[in-house]
């Protein structure tokens, strides 16, 4: 066992390696970098907004800000240096888990990362225990009545529900029940008073706030849940150590919950550690950018956008990495839920 634990933890490091080293040449080649935007801001102060315009002696690039200026400001962003310089400068850093500054915002990237944190975990933690609350029940009520209509029927709501990404069925939920009907805010997570309200008034905004942007993120994510705890448990029921205990006079009720259970569980237990860290960093990024709660997924998208490249490759190799050790965490517990399980 660590053996093979140390086998993971050294295959971590190349493929880690892997993914900062594409994403760094990826955004070599992307236009309108942060350079380009302050030379774009420059020449729209210093010429009234119309220094990039197009006249009939053609496009105006760089009329206002001279070279000097330019190198000025390649230095201030660090593009004045060679492109493997700069990464061999970020990989250092991220060794010792500096994630660098932002461009464009005046703070260092892990405190970007843990003032947007709570939201991420608000909306996660909703979603994962939600999503693991109905269909855990509901799989094995499925499995119960297979072929029944309430198998039929749940099965159509189920893969409708699977059917319709999050963020279509989130603009839904807006325009009926926070813009027609105006039941619940269209963003946020709090109201403007949340610091006046008392502590139970606080509770009440919270989940009012919190309604919406929960329900679309759970109707996609029960679905396959459901489906692999139907199949699981109709899979052990067909076994034959469940017909000798029904034939040993075994409650069918003991069968389920006392023998059943136990092995059709196995896959879904071994999927809690990368389904709980993927609800807060991976299904969040359009329900958080619809419905304006500032979390992770915001920050990245906006950063993407504004090619704000130190909380890109920060946030990036933070994810990456917790992702790695969250799936040798769910590789490794399948040895604690099935001893009989060997990786040697």
Same mark, same amino acid.
């Given at each position: 066992?660590?053996?093979y @634990?140390l086998?993971?933890?050294?295959l971590m490091i190349?493929?880690l390696f892997?993914?900062?080293?594409?994403t760094?040449?990826?955004i070599?080649f992307v236009?309108?970098g942060p350079?380009e935007?302050?030379?774009s801001?420059?020449?729209?102060? *210093?010429?009234g907004?119309?220094?990039?315009?197009v006249t009939?002696?053609?496009?105006r690039g760089?009329?206002?800000v001279?070279?000097?200026? &330019?190198?000025? &400001?390649?230095?201030l962003?660090?593009?004045?240096k060679?492109?493997?310089?700069?990464?061999?400068?970020?990989?250092n850093q991220f060794v010792?888990f *500096?994630l660098g500054k =932002? !461009?464009?915002?005046?703070?260092?990237?892990?405190?970007?990362v843990k003032?947007?944190?709570?939201v991420s &975990?608000s909306?996660g933690?909703?979603?994962?225990f939600?999503?693991y609350?109905?269909s855990i029940?509901l799989? @094995?009520?499925?499995?119960?009545?297979?072929?029944?209509?309430?198998d039929r029927?749940t099965?159509?709501?189920?893969l409708?529900?699977?059917?319709?990404?999050g963020?279509?069925?989130?603009v839904?939920?807006?325009? @009926?029940?926070?813009?027609?009907?105006?039941?619940f805010?269209?963003?946020?997570l709090?109201?403007?008073n949340? *610091?006046q309200l #008392?502590?139970g008034?606080?509770v +009440? *905004?919270?989940?009012?706030h919190?309604?919406?942007?929960?329900t679309? #993120?759970?109707?996609g994510?029960?679905a396959?849940t459901?489906?692999?705890t139907k199949?699981?448990?109709?899979?052990?029921?067909r076994?034959?150590? +469940?017909?000798?205990?029904r034939?040993?006079?075994l409650?069918?009720?003991?069968?389920?919950?006392?023998?059943?259970?136990?092995n059709a569980? @196995?896959p879904?237990?071994?999927? !809690?550690p990368?389904a709980?860290v993927?609800? !807060?960093? =991976?299904g969040?990024?359009?329900i958080?950018?619809l419905? =304006?709660?500032?979390?992770l997924?915001?920050l990245?998208y906006e950063? +993407?956008m504004?090619?704000?490249?130190?909380?890109?490759?920060g946030?990036l190799?933070l994810?990456?990495l917790i992702?790695l +050790?969250?799936k040798l965490i769910s590789?490794?517990c399948?040895?604690?839920?099935d001893?009989?399980?060997?990786f040697d």
């Open positions: 066992m660590a053996l @634990i086998k993971r933890v050294l190349p493929t892997g993914v900062l080293l594409l760094f040449v990826v070599q236009p309108g350079v935007q302050m030379v801001q420059l020449q729209g102060r *210093d010429t907004g119309e220094g990039a315009a009939g002696a053609g496009y760089r009329q206002g001279d070279a000097a200026r &330019i190198a000025e &400001i390649r230095q962003y660090g593009f004045d060679p492109a493997p310089e700069r990464f061999w400068q970020m990989l010792r *500096d =932002s !461009f464009f915002y005046p703070k260092d990237v892990w405190s970007l003032e947007k944190l709570p &975990i909306l933690l909703w979603t994962f939600l999503s609350l109905i029940p799989g @094995i009520a499925k499995a119960v009545r297979a072929g029944t209509r309430f029927v099965s159509l709501i189920v409708v529900g699977y059917a319709i990404p963020f279509v069925l989130g839904a939920l807006l325009v @009926i029940f926070g813009g027609q009907l105006q039941w805010p269209l963003r946020g709090t109201s403007s949340w *610091d #008392s502590l008034a606080k +009440v *905004d919270y989940l009012w919190i309604t919406l942007p929960v679309a #993120s759970v109707l994510a029960f396959v459901t489906m692999l199949n699981a448990f109709l899979e052990e029921i076994k034959q150590y +469940v017909l000798t205990a034939a040993k006079g409650d069918e009720r003991r069968v389920l919950w006392k023998h059943v259970m136990r569980l @196995i879904i237990v071994t999927g !809690f990368a709980f993927g609800a !807060f960093f =991976s969040s990024l359009l958080e950018t419905f =304006s709660l500032d979390g997924g915001l990245s950063s +993407v504004r090619r704000d490249y130190p909380v890109v490759m946030t190799y994810f990456t992702g +050790v969250t590789d490794l399948y040895v604690w839920v001893p009989r399980v060997k």
